[in-house]
C-alpha cells in the first residue's frame, strides 16, 4: 500500500544534542510537509516542501532545518534541541496542482516520531 | 484569515449515542474544510472533506458533516457511536494558496459504556 512512513516512531536525545527525523513516501506527492505537535495541541506547519521548493513558516525557530533530496525523502533536523522541542513530530504529503492554485487535495499523514528530549 | 474554531475541547457519548462535534470557520472566501481523526500515538486520518461541492459529506466510519454557509458551521455527526470512536478530532481549514491546513484545537471524544 502506499503510504507515509516515519522513523524512527519513538525519539529521545539530549539537551543540545542534534537529532534527525525522517519520513519517506510511496505516493509519489510533490508536496511535504512537517508538523509539530504538542501535547493536547493541534498540529503546527514548521515548513513544506513543493517539489525543492522550501518554504518555511514565520514563526519556525531557525533551531528546524529541513532537507528533502528527493521526491521520496524529507529529514526534519533540530540543531539544538531545547525541552521545549520534545513534541510528536507529523510528516504529511499531498499533491498540489501548481503555485497560485488552492488546493483541496488531502494530506496523508505519517505515525509521527515522538520525540524526547532529556 | 482562514481559521476554524470548535466548541468544546472534550465531549462525552454514551455507545450508541449520537455525536455532535462542533466546527466554526472564519473565512472571507469560500472555504475548504476538513475533518481529521487522531487515535493515540499515532498520525491524522481524514474523515471526511467539503470543497464546495455537496454541502452534506459523507465520510468514513459512519461519519458525515454539513457545511451550513449562514451559520459558518461544519459540524461533524455520527447517528451512534461505538467504542472504537474514542479520539481527537480536528476540523482545518486550507488557507492560502499552498494547501496549507490550520487545524482547531481538537476535540477529544471519549465513548463510554
Known amino acids: 500500500d502506499a503510504m507515509v512512513i516515519q522513523n524512527p516512531r519513538y525519539q529521545v536525545t539530549q539537551f543540545g544534542k542534534p537529532v534527525t527525523l525522517s519520513c519517506s513516501q510511496t505516493?509519489?506527492?510533490?508536496?511535504m510537509y512537517w508538523y509539530q505537535q504538542k501535547s493536547s495541541q493541534a498540529p503546527k506547519l514548521l515548513f513544506h516542501?513543493?517539489?525543492?521548493?522550501?518554504?518555511n513558516e514565520a514563526d519556525t525557530p531557525d533551531n528546524f532545518q529541513s532537507r528533502r533530496p528527493n521526491t521520496s525523502f524529507c529529514f526534519l533536523d533540530i540543531r539544538s534541541p531545547g525541552l521545549g522541542d520534545a513534541a510528536m513530530y507529523l510528516c504529511?504529503?499531498?499533491?498540489?496542482?501548481?503555485?497560485?492554485?488552492?488546493?483541496?487535495?488531502?494530506?496523508?499523514f505519517g505515525p509521527g516520531t515522538r520525540l524526547t528530549v532529556l | 484569515a482562514q481559521s476554524v474554531t470548535q466548541l468544546g475541547s472534550h465531549v462525552s457519548v454514551s455507545e450508541g449515542a449520537l455525536v455532535l462535534l462542533r466546527c466554526n470557520y472564519s473565512?472571507?472566501?469560500?472555504?475548504?474544510l476538513f475533518w481529521y481523526v487522531q487515535y493515540p500515538n499515532q498520525g491524522l486520518q481524514l474523515l471526511l472533506k467539503?470543497?464546495?461541492?455537496?454541502?452534506l459529506v459523507k465520510g468514513i466510519n459512519g461519519f458525515e458533516a454539513e457545511f451550513k454557509k449562514s451559520e459558518t458551521s461544519f459540524h461533524l455527526t455520527k447517528p451512534s457511536a461505538h467504542m472504537s470512536d474514542a479520539a481527537e478530532y480536528f476540523c482545518a481549514v486550507v488557507t492560502g494558496t499552498a494547501s496549507k491546513l490550520t487545524f482547531g484545537t481538537g476535540t477529544r471524544l471519549q465513548v463510554t459504556l
Open positions: 473565512s472571507s472566501v469560500p472555504p475548504y
Open positions: 467539503y470543497t464546495s461541492a455537496a454541502t
Open positions: 504529511a504529503t499531498s499533491k498540489f496542482p501548481g503555485q497560485g492554485i488552492p488546493s483541496t487535495d488531502t494530506q496523508y
Open positions: 505516493l509519489n506527492h510533490n508536496v
Open positions: 516542501y513543493y517539489d525543492k521548493d522550501f518554504n
